[in-house]
């Protein structure tokens, strides 16, 4: 498949007031090279949306075997919404269209549902949380589940604060867009470039010489006389407090 087409995507998560974690993903059609080149013809936006409906009703995790909450299967919800994205006139989505997508909901953290951004460090702790009864019960069910031997891998209760979701906020395919690396270096370049600019610019003055402390005599003026306005205002405040007394 690989040699045809290749499926790139990025995907954000994104915290509901209710304390629900709602995934967003933009997925696209490259060529077997990647997003520099078309896909085939076969591969058109129709097919991409049947292929997410028919992955989202197939896929599953098994739950670990618990005496504490019995079995079970994890799978995507009836929740699933599926459409083209599309934008401006001739129907064609520019990068900085989809940039805008992504980051509407990347900037929605935890505390949009009420949650804290920081560890927490006992069932007490979570008691004394300023957070409704519903996170609250949210994190406790994190912490309680993070007790449990078989789900000591998870380390929940690391994550009980973030209502058990251990995941990056964002994920995507290597050959979506750029990657972190590149990023990386970007902006390491970039950042030489502003020292290697400063550096060129300034002056190394190495000889130091003392040249003395306090007010000019002209300094020593300007500083007398702001000193008795200041003076001369508390005490007309003061003579107006005693009056209106």
């Known amino acids: 498949m690989r040699t045809l087409v290749r499926v790139s995507a990025a995907k954000v998560a994104e915290y509901q007031k209710r304390g629900a974690l709602h995934f967003h993903a933009v997925i696209r059609l490259d060529g077997p090279d990647g997003p520099t080149g078309p896909p085939p013809s076969w591969a058109t936006g129709d097919l991409l949306l049947e292929t997410v409906h028919s992955a989202a009703a197939a896929v599953a995790l098994p739950c670990p075997d618990s005496a504490a909450y019995g079995g079970g299967r994890f799978s995507f919800g009836t929740q699933l919404d599926a459409h083209p994205l599309t934008h401006g006139q001739g129907g064609r989505l520019t990068d900085d269209a989809v940039a805008a997508y992504v980051a509407k909901y990347t900037s929605k953290s935890v505390e949009a549902a009420g949650a804290v951004d920081r560890r927490i460090e006992s069932l007490a702790e979570i008691r004394a949380l300023r957070a409704s009864p519903h996170v609250r019960a949210l994190i406790a069910t994190a912490w309680r589940l993070g007790g449990l031997p078989e789900l000591q891998h998870l380390r ?31 902006r390491a370049e970039h950042a030489r470039g502003l020292y290697t600019d400063w550096a060129s610019e300034t002056v190394v003055e190495g000889a130091w010489r003392f040249v003395g402390t306090g007010h000019t005599p002209a300094e020593a003026l300007i500083a007398a006389g702001i000193a008795e306005d200041l003076a001369a205002n508390w005490e007309i405040c003061r003579r107006r407090v005693k009056t209106d007394r």
């Open 156 to 186: 929940l209760r690391a994550w009980a604060h973030m209502l058990g979701y251990r995941g990056h906020c964002l994920t995507k395919t290597r050959a979506y867009s750029t990657t972190y690396g590149q990023l990386r270096a970007a």
